[in-house]
Every structure is written in C-alpha cells, then in structure tokens.
C-alpha cells in the first residue's frame, strides 16, 4: 500500500511537471519558429553545457546542497512535517553559488573564445542573441532544478509512506523556478560586463545577493519604515507565498517584472557598440540610464498594484495556506477606519509538538496579512520569529504585552526536559486589546486569531450569563461533605471570556429578554424552586439557554444529581434537613422533552443512565465501563451523519465527544416545538436504572451482570426552537412586564420573537477540566490519542444561540499537514514496545517486592507466634516480665532488620526497573535516531551518483572522440 501510494504521488508531481513543461515547450517551439536565430543559440549553448563533464559536475554539486540544507538540519526532523522550511531557508544562497555558476560563461566566454564577433554579425537582431542566451541558461536551470525536485521529492514521498502534500512541492520548485529566471537575467548583466568567467562569476554574485540579503534589512537600518520597504523589495517576501503552496499574481509579475528590466539592461550592454564612441555617445548612455531607472520605478508601482489587488490561489492538497470562508467574510467587515496590529512572538527553538502550531501561525498571518490588503483593509503583523528567550524582543513581549515563556516538559533528544518556548500574539486596535499568552498546539491557531481580531475590531462583546448553582462555573464556596471549600473558577469560562463578557447570574429576580445575549445553567435542579422557575419562565420568554443536567455527576461531587435530595449544609455539628430543589419536570415540560427513569424521594425523578458497547481506546480498558459513552460515527450500527447529527451546525463534522454516566432525552409526542438531536449512540446501547448504577459503582454488581435489553439510538443532546404555547406565553410576558415594566421593548426583541432555543445536554461531566486540558496538550497521554471535542461541541453550543455562527465555522476549518509517517511509524512502534517492556519490568517489580514482603512474613511468623504465647502467659503471670521484655526486644530487632533488608530490596528493584526502562526508551531513541541518519545519508549521497555517472560517461565520450582518427604514433 505504501508502495501505491508513494507511485500515486509521483504521478501526480509528474502530471504537474508535464503540464508545466509543455507549456515552456510551446513557448521554446514559438521561437523556433518565429527567431531562428535565437533558438539557434539557444540550442548551442544548452548542448554545450551538458555536452561537458562541467555541466554535471554543477550540476551534482547542486543536488547535493539542497538535499543537505532539505533533510540534514535538526529542525527537519524535529518539525515533523513535510515541507521544504529549511531548504527555503538556504536556497538564496545557494543560488548565490549556481546562478553565476550558469551565467558566468553565456557572454564572457563568448569574449574570451573571440566568438562574441561571429554572434555579433549574425542576421539577428540584439534581442534574438539576448533571449537566446537568457532561454539557454533558463533551460539549464530548469533541466537541474527538476533532477533536484524528483531527488527531493522521492525522499519526502518514502518518509510519508506517499502522503505528502504534492501541491505544495510542486509550487515551492515553482518560486525556485521564478527565483532562478530573475536571478539568471540579473547575472547575465554581470557576464556582459566582463571577458573573465571568474570576474563574472563574481560580479553574478554580487549583484544577485540585494535581493537575496534584502530580508535581512532590519538589522542594518535604524528606520522601521525603511527596512520593511527593503525587505519587502527581495525576493524573499514574494517567494514565501510560492514556499506556502500560493500562486500570486504579485509574486509572478514580481519574478517577471525583475527579470524583464534586468534582460533589457542586458540589451542596452550588448548594443551600446551602436553609440559608444560617437559624438552622442555619453548622451545616450545617460538616456538608457533613465530608461532602465524609469522601469525600476515603474516595476515597483506594478508590484506594489498587485499586492494591493491580488490573486492568490492555494494549491496545496491540505489547504493549509486557505482561509475560511467565516475569516474572509470578518476581514471584509473590518472597519477601514479600525486599523488592527498584530505582534507575534515566536522562539527560535520550538518543541516539536509546537512546531505544527509555528508553521502554522505564520503560515495564517501572511495570509491575514494578504487577505486585508486584498479587501482595502489594513492588518499590520509584526512578526518577530526565532527570536532568543533572553533578546529585546522577548523583553517588549514581556513588559508591552505580558507574554512570557511558557515552560512545557517535552521529550527530545532521548530523555524528557523542561523547555521554554515563546509562541504568543497581541491584538490592537484603538483602545482594545487582546493577548494570546500561547497557542496551544491543540487549539485551532485561526480560530484563536479570528476570535481575537473580532474581539478587537468590535470593541463591544456579547454577555454570557452562568447560571449561579451548585456547579459554581464562577467559583466560589461549595460543600465537599459536610465541609466547605473553595472552588476555582471553571476553565470553560476563562475561554468563554476571550470572546464573550461573561457574568455570573443571580435568578433572585426574573431574567428578561436581552438582559444576556444567552444563558448557561448547570445542573439547574440544584436551584431553590423560585430560583428554577425563573430561569424556566426565561427560557419560555426566548431567552438563549445552554442547559447541562446530569443523573449522577461524576467529576464534581459538589452537585446533586437530579435524582437526589439536596442536604442542607447544617451547623457546626452537622445535621440539617433536605433544601428544596426546582422541579425538573416544570423544564422538560416548557421543552416538551422527557428522560426515561423514575420517580424517587419526595418527588423526585431519577433519570435512567446510558450505556453503550464501544470503546476507541483499548488502552483505556481496565479504568472504564460502559457508562463511559463514547460519541463516535464509529460506534458499531451508526448511520452516517447520526452520532453527531450533520443536520446541526454545532455537530456537523465533529469525530467524538464522550460522555460519562450520562441520561438520555427525547421529544414528547405531542411536542410542538422543533427537536434536532445532537448526539446520539449507537446499535449497542441501552439504559440502566439509577439504583442498579449505584450498586455499580460500589463495586456490587457489573453493568454486564444488568443489562437485560437493547435501546439503540439514544440522544444524549439535543437543540429545541420553537414559539411556545400561547397560554404559557402571556403568563410568562405579564410576569415579565410587572418586573420590567416595559412590555413594548420586549415585543420588539428579536429574541422574544424567535421564541425558545436551547441546547439540552443530559450530561454535566461533558465540561470536566481535563477536557479542556487535552484540548491543549492531546498528547500528554502519548499512548491514548485521544480524539475527544467536548470543548468544541460546547463553544459551538454556545455560539449557536448566541448566532455567532461563523467562529463554528472557522473550528471545523483544519487545514492537513503531511507529517513524517515513516519516523512516526517507529517511533510508535518504539513507544509501544517501551510501555510494553516498562510494564514487564514493573510487573517484575511488583513480584519480587511481593515475595520479599512474604519471606520477611514467613521469618518473622514463628517469632511472633512464640511472642503471642508468651503474652497470653504473661497475663496469667507464668512467665516473668523480663523474659518477655526480652522477647519483644528480639522481635522488634529481627523485625527492624528484615525492614531493612526489605526496603534495600524494593530500592534495589526500583533502581533496577528505573535502568531497563531507562536502557529500553534509550534504544528505542538510538532507533529512531540511527534511521532518521541513514535517511539523511540516503537523500544526500543517492541523487548525486545519476548525475556524476553521466559527467563519466560524457567524458569518456569526449575523450575517445578526441582519439579517432588520429595514428597511434601520435597518442603516445
């Protein structure tokens, strides 16, 4: 299969290369046809350079320098990704050395060899010899760039078992493409200048290395203004959209624009012959002076027009350089008025489950940077990359924006290490800002960018109101027991606030229409019922309202399930009766909804929990049951589409969400309100009672042993809109308008038109911490993956009733980036063997402690048996008080001493386990490592020996060409 699909994907770069060659192959065929002379030439000079072992040997030296600058740098591997960042990092310089390589020999040779005369007098004009030349080298150029394309392109494909991302190959060869014809142009003025092809090779050098060093501007100029204009007048910025996978119209007319002016310089070189010498001459000299000075002016307005109004299309096959449609549509709103500055800060040495999350942050601000240009915007990025924890930059994002580094244990190199990394962004605009102190490279890098700009650019946010219950989302005091402790603020809503102002809420007085743009209540029937039937009449009113109620909370025993009495948190010495609770019923009734169950004490209702046979993590197998719901399209007997329903925004094209002790819901009959569910199970689920779920989980029974049907299908979530009944209505508005006072205002809000809405989720442990905590870091448990989108599927909850649609749009936008598979194929297949072999050592472990516990127990046995007697004598008085004092001080001597030939056992064992496992992880690090070197020795060594095989081959040619004819008498 790897085989397959590393062929699939050189056909495809093949097709693309063909598409391109032929198109160069019409422009080559024009010619011949239209200036012979021109091809005439054209043809010399390209058979004479591969006609010379020369040629090859450039050629050789040319794929050998990108194959190292590609594949030999550390940050290759440890970036893990398939892209050619290093190779675009050297390639300037590279060229700096190939180009005048190529360009030195095309007119100095020519001086040197006294043929410049016989091109001179050809039936020609100045511009066939020019374009002849310029097409010869180009030809060259190609014809090597290709050979080092199909080398580089062969090592990507084996180390991505054939996944990699050909679009984005093929279009960073293309800006090499366009980099070498601009730099070709600018080294034949140097060749036209000189008969010496080492005077030429350097005066290539030296005027190809502004732009190439253009980049570089800011560290030789005081004046930011100035040194943004040089940078941006090299050839980096224009190649860096091509090294993205983007094709622009700026960076194309930008290569040709540079390569036209400096091929008509070329031409006033080769026909200053016509007026040098004569009465006018240094007349027209400065007159082509002017000329070649005005089209320097006029290229740069053009490119300048292009980048202002430009085409761009992304052909990578991830679209890992396309913006959302949501984002596009936000940049087109910005106000011209509202200028937005962006201050990134990155690190110089990023791990490497960073490094995505770099590329990827970068890769989205030139295009933010792109796009507002492109839509009159403006999106200021001040980007300040591989920058030292210890610089001025790092010092301004500390003091100006309060980024600081970020400390994160990584494993690198063999052997797990704390590392600082700075990889944050500040957002401007006005008065407003907004810091990202880290991407976490769990986190979707473009909705955190979109959502800060649109925090920023707004000025106002919506209100998001929580519900104060005994989930206590805000924090504050919660009853542990019969003891109270401070709880934390929830971390669902440190992130609900980078987009939303979020304030608790205290339903001791009614909650009216557009007091909060929604609402989120926890586990609701912990409310006093006054309390609960406020926040019922809010929602018949339309107020937006997320809703999570749980049978039997698991992560935060503060909350009573729905169920269960709520004990009063009594005195100083305990006691206190049950507090009343809200009626559950009086909300399923308003959301014409009901849950399987039944009735409990003092009128209360127990919901029926969820169970299902499906478990993605076998790893995970010995902690859980199957209580634990797992939310898959996976899952066994799942339709397409019906896990997480496609017919809502908010589970459209989420994978898995779990669920944990979670109850089902479902639409009444006779409901008249709109119903969609969100999450459901699959073929193999059911429900248990509540009591048989208590005996579970004390240890009583099994959920194996209490499953007695099958109930496939169960929605654990669902979305409910709809006008409610008129009776219910006018009762909840005239409650309304005695509190408000202003029936008017409420009548013309749109959410009192649009009626109920809300999210009900029968499952409160959904929104733990630690599911917030593997979003950001998913790969804390490396052996696990997990895959969980709880937060997403709350965020997109919550943005849906507030209408903030277009950040759900911009989650499900994930761009593919073609990873490494083959070194994470060892590198997994390293991992399993280390946990495997750890857990023989420890099992290993565990047994010789055990049986050092026994042999101490067996040893100490018949003493303290003959101790015991002696004490049962000893209360009779037939044995004197010394002899068992002295038997008790023997005891506790042999029993000090097998202690401690016990704990040097258990030392020594731990010692032991902790170098197998150490000696284990260390040859599954020298593994990857030995591999990840004999690929580095492949792709440098490999795609030299084609070329220099032909060189030998073509020398030998030569050379017995030279030798015939000619008598043997002279060959000695």
Known sequence: MTLNNVAFALLNLFVLDLI???????????????????????????????GNPTGYVFLCIFVFL?????????????????????LNYWFPLIMLVFIPAITMSIWAEEKRQGTDELLLTLPADDFDIVIGKYMAAASIFTASLLFS???????????????????????????????????????????????????????????????????????ISPNKRIAEWLASSGIARPFDDFGRGVISLSAVGYFVLVAAVALYATMVLIGRRHWTGGKDGNTMAWHYIARVLALIVITAGAV???????????????????????????????????????????????????????????????????????????????????????????????????????????????????????LGAAFRSGLEKVTVPIFEYGIPVEYELVRSINTVAEGTRKRIGIVSTDARLMGGMVMQGMSPSQAAKHPLIEELAKQYDVEEVDLGAPVTVGM???????????????????????????VPVAIFEDPMPVFNQAITPTGMPKQSPGGMFGGGGPMPKGNIHELWDALEIESPGTPGMQGLFSSDLVWQQFNPYPNLERNINELWVFVDENAPEVEEGEALSEKSVITSKLRQVLCLYAASVRAKDSSTLKHTKLMSTGGRSGLLPFNKVQQIMQGATTVAREIDSVSPGLAVAMTIEGAVAATEKKASDDDSKKVAGNEAEKADSPAAAQGIKAVY???????????????????????????FQNVTFILNAIDWLTGETDFIEVRKHEPIFASLRMIDSVKEIASSNVSKRSKEFQDEYDETVREAQEK????????????????????????????????VQAFQTLQEREQTRLEVKIAKSERDREQKIGDIQREADQKVTWIQNQVKAAAVVLPCIPPLIIGVIVFASRRLRERENISKSRLK
């Open 149 to 219: 394309q199909l080398s580089t392109f062969i090592t990507l494909a084996v180390l991505t078992e054939g996944t990699l991302d050909t679009g984005l190959i093929f279009t960073t060869y293309l800006g090499y493409w366009f980099v070498g014809l601009a730099m070709i142009a600018i080294g034949m003025i140097a060749s036209f200048l000189t008969g010496n092809l080492t005077v030429g090779f350097i005066l290539g050098a030296l005027f190809n290395a502004p732009l190439a060093f253009a980049s570089l501007a800011d560290s």
């Open 304 to 422: 300048t027009l292009f980048r202002n109004w430009d085409y761009r299309k992304d052909l990578t096959e991830g679209k890992v350089s396309s913006l959302a449609g949501a984002t596009k549509t936000l940049i087109q709103e910005l106000d011209t008025d509202r200028p937005i500055v962006i201050d990134a800060f990155i690190s110089a040495d990023i791990p490497e489950i960073y490094a995505r999350t770099r590329y990827e942050l970068i890769n989205l601000l030139k295009e933010f940077r792109s796009e507002a240009a492109k839509r009159n915007r403006t999106i200021e990025i001040n980007l300040y990359d591989n920058i030292e924890l210890f610089s001025e930059e790092a010092a301004l994002a500390s003091e100006r924006f309060g980024i600081e580094p970020v400390s994160r244990m990584v494993r690198e190199k063999g052997s797990f290490q704390q590392k600082e990394l700075i």
């Open 761 to 787: 989720v029968a499952d409160t442990d959904i929104m733990s911490p630690v599911f917030l905590q593997i979003r950001a870091d998913p790969k804390q448990a490396a052996d696990m993956r997990f895959q």
């Open 20 to 50: 391109l060659l032929l198109v160069l192959m019409a422009i080559v065929a024009a010619l011949a046809g239209t200036k012979r002379a021109a091809y005439a030439v054209l043809k010399r000079n390209f058979v004479g350079y591969f």
């Open 856 to 887: 101490m127990d067996t040893e100490l046995k018949s003493l303290r048996e003959e101790l015991e007697k002696l004490q049962k004598e000893s209360a009779n008085g037939r044995v004197p008080p010394d002899k068992l004092q002295a038997k």
């Open 66 to 86: 990108t194959s190292v600058s590609a594949f030999w740098p550390y940050e290759f591997f440890n970036q893990n990704l398939a892209t050619l960042d290093q």
């Open 516 to 542: 909060f743009d929604a609402m989120i209540a926890v586990q609701p029937s912990t409310l006093p019922p006054d309390q609960f039937s406020r926040l019922v009449d809010a929602i018949k009113v339309g």
